[in-house]
């Protein structure tokens, strides 16, 4: 005890210079979070500060947040080890109980250490609930405004008073571009460089030119050929190939002219703005002529999902290619507007045409999809059929809102539900067109490896690829509606923070966590199991049904080993909920007994295997074959081609007789009967000649024949004999009956059969009543009834 104070003495001074150093690592930051602090709180109380700067300070608020987390971290990773000295130390005394002075000294040391590391750990907790509250303040304040943005009336773009206006703002900016662009060219130094750079710029120009126009068309049907080595048919594959190319030459073709206009050195004030939006109006006009065809199909092309006929794809081709060049349109108004400084009267003006011409375009892909969703049988309706169906009812309410809100003044508002939903329209075709190029994908795999048994191996790819597709789209879907940046980053660390599961916190990553390491458990389970099942086991003598149990044990521990080191590689301390478990328990335990008793009951069956697989046994009136032992249950195929489910339980507690067990061999009993009179010690020798005959029959038990008694009308007679397969029983019965029959008949043998004799007491009176209907047509009647009378069905 005394060495071990030493220690703990020595390494005080350790402790508490940390301690010194985190106090002055807090105290440095806590003069920047008081002055970042203060600041956020007068921008929110005045409300005044724009929302660029709203999210200035939002950011700084966020460092501010993580740092004090950071601190708190490592004061509470300060404090726990000389919590774990003070435990070492034992309970302190209790009143009246005197305490060695060098353990108590030693105490209060640690507690007044302890004391001083939580300090700093309670100031960064207190700055991190500081800052995480101003911070969901400024995204309070930030969401208000655009509420208030959406509901904010404007002027309407249908009054003429606006329009001159607006004429004259974009007139006023191509005069403008025009100066700007002429006094460029009229610099001699601006000159000299565009003649040094005119070549190079030019070269780009061409191949911009060349590959949005020239080979807009040509190189993917080159493409195809070239990869069909001649075929002629492109394949599924090939196609899809062919489509990606369409999407990427013209998208490079829009990137060399653009590197083409800046190499050239004309860019100037008023065209800047427009260069920068450049890629996003040629990224919205490519994609959409691209997304056109491939989800509606043109001229031969990819086969389109929709299953649209040729008239119907082209008016697709033209809705999409609109939709595109109506977002385009946007981007370049939202550019000039801000160069311009265009007033809200001139946006809602020139945004007017957008909006009608967009409401068209999407009327008439709403009944596109609608006449595909009702042309197909609900009964058969697919996943993506019945979202087109919601998709469509969706484009008709946009598209009858945003011209009407638009009309009214509500410009944000219109804006708002219209180029988000091209987005979105934008979003999901593309998604669906990945997803069917990723299912070609594998189809060309399966092909070309010749492989088409593995189809069913890997159906449920196609499905995880989808689901991926999806879970990434979402975070995409909610910035085109609006959402911030800052939205989905706090969205994240609330998912990283996670929740708490006793002392310990469970997050997203430890549940990647302990899904990764219980799927790699699980893998090599499965490994395991293979290499015992097709390596170790053949090369023993155990059994089918031993096999079987050995394989689901491995199985079973594998899976409990895999849990458990999933638990332990996520950290997880559930100590903490031992008490919880306990008292649920009690509950479940009266909730689940059967099924624990199945359980229980399974595991016996698997250890003590009073039956196996492939047994043909008989239990609670049902006979059949066993097929496989699980845990819970017990499956048995009967003769007549059934399931039947029997649980554990039953076949622990009730009797259940095993036909195979301990082997295959069995008795089989077949009783015959000959006439009386015939000679019985040769129809014994006939029998036992028969039984010995049969391939199936064991020597050793030798067949019988036991004469069992005098019957009614015959002599009776058994044959017992064993069987090698008692699974062949009925085959055997059948093969000896057969033998009988033959070997009676050229013996000489009677097999005796019940005969009843009829006598009638009446018999003249009946012949006379039969001589009188046969005379007369109709019965007659008689003194007394016969014992057997007909009825003729007509009353007297």
Known sequence: MIRFLRLLILCLPLVMAAQAWAQDAVSNYEAEWNSTAARAEAAIESNAASTMVMETLRAELVAQREDAARLEREARERVFPLEEQLDALGPPPEDGVSEDADVAKRREELQKAIDAARAPMLIAQAEFRRADGLIKEIDTLIRTRFSES????????????????????????????????????SRDTN????????????????????????????????????????????????????????????????????????????????????????????????????????????????????????????????????LGVMLALAYLIDAVS??????????????????????LALFRLAFIL??????????????????????????????????VLATIGYLQAARYLTFPTILTLGLLASLRVVYDFFRTLLDHFIELEGRESRRDQLRLIPVFIGFTISLLA?????????????????????????????????????????????????????????????????????????????????????????ALAAI???????????????????????????????????????????????????????????????????????????????PNTDLIAGSVTNYTSPDKTGRVR??????????????????????????????????????????????????????????????VKSDINFEIIRRFKESGFEIPFNQNDVTLTNIDEVAGAVVRILESGRPAKTKSKPDIVEDTGESE
């Open 191 to 322: 000159k000299v460089a565009l003649k040094t750079k005119a070549p190079l710029a030019l070269l780009f120009a061409i191949v911009g030119i060349w590959m949005l126009m020239g080979i807009r068309r040509g190189f993917s049907g080159f493409l195809q050929r070239a990869l069909s080595f001649g075929g002629d048919k492109p394949t599924l594959w090939i196609q899809a190939l062919a489509s990606l190319a369409r999407l990427i030459v013209p998208t490079a073709g829009a990137v060399a002219l653009i590197l083409a206009f800046r190499i050239s050195g004309l860019e100037g004030a008023w065209s800047r703005p427009i260069l920068d939006v450049m890629p996003l109006i040629a990224l919205a006009i490519i994609v959409s002529m691209w997304l056109g065809r491939s989800v509606f199909g043109v001229e031969g092309e990819v086969k389109s999902f929709l299953g649209t006929t040729e008239e119907v794809a082209k008016a697709g081709l033209r809705v999409s290619l609109t």
């Open 370 to 403: 609608k006449n595909r969703t009702s042309a197909t049988d609900h009964d058969s309706e697919t996943a993506v059929q019945s979202l087109g169906g919601l998709v469509w009812r969706v484009l008709l309410l946009v598209a009858v809102a945003a011209p």
């Open 150 to 185: 959406l509901t904010r009336v404007g002027v309407s773009p249908l009054n003429p008073v606006h329009w001159p206006e607006a004429l004259k703002s974009v007139n006023t900016y191509v005069l403008r571009l025009w100066e700007d662009t002429s006094e460029i060219l």
């Open 338 to 359: 801000a160069q311009g400084q265009f007033t809200s009267a001139t946006e809602a003006v020139l945004f007017y045409p957008i909006f009608i011409v967009t409401s």
């Open 474 to 562: 979402i975070p995409v879907i909610a910035l085109i509606w609006g959402a911030r940046t800052s939205d989905l980053s706090e969205t994240w660390r609330w998912i990283n923070e996670g929740i708490s599961i006793g002392e310990s916190q469970f997050s997203l990553s430890d549940l990647l966590i302990f899904i990764v390491v219980f799927a790699i458990g699980y893998t090599i389970t499965r490994m395991l199991q293979k290499t015992v099942r097709n390596s170790v086991l053949p090369k023993t003598r155990i059994d089918t049904g031993g096999r079987a149990a050995i394989l689901s044990g491995l199985g079973y521990a594998g899976i409990f080993l895999s």
């Open 670 to 731: 077949i009783p015959i009967g000959v006439a009386y009179g015939t000679d019985a010690e040769a129809v014994k020798k006939v029998l036992l000649e028969i039984a010995e005959a049969n391939p199936l029959t064991l020597k050793y038990p030798a067949p019988q024949v036991i004469f069992q008694g005098f019957g009614a009308s015959s002599l009776d007679f058994e044959i017992r004999l064993f069987l090698r397969d008692i699974n062949e029983m009925l085959n």
């Open 568 to 646: 332990s590689a996520t950290g997880l301390d559930l100590s903490s909920l031992a008490i919880v478990a306990g008292a649920l328990s009690v509950g479940i335990g009266f909730g689940l007994q059967n099924i624990v008793s199945n359980f229980v009951s399974g595991i016996i069956l698997l250890i003590e295997r009073p039956i196996k697989e492939g047994d043909w046994i008989a239990a609670g009136g049902t006979e059949g074959i066993v097929r496989k032992i699980s845990v819970r249950a017990t499956l048995i195929d009967t003769f007549d081609r059934r399931a039947v489910i029997i």
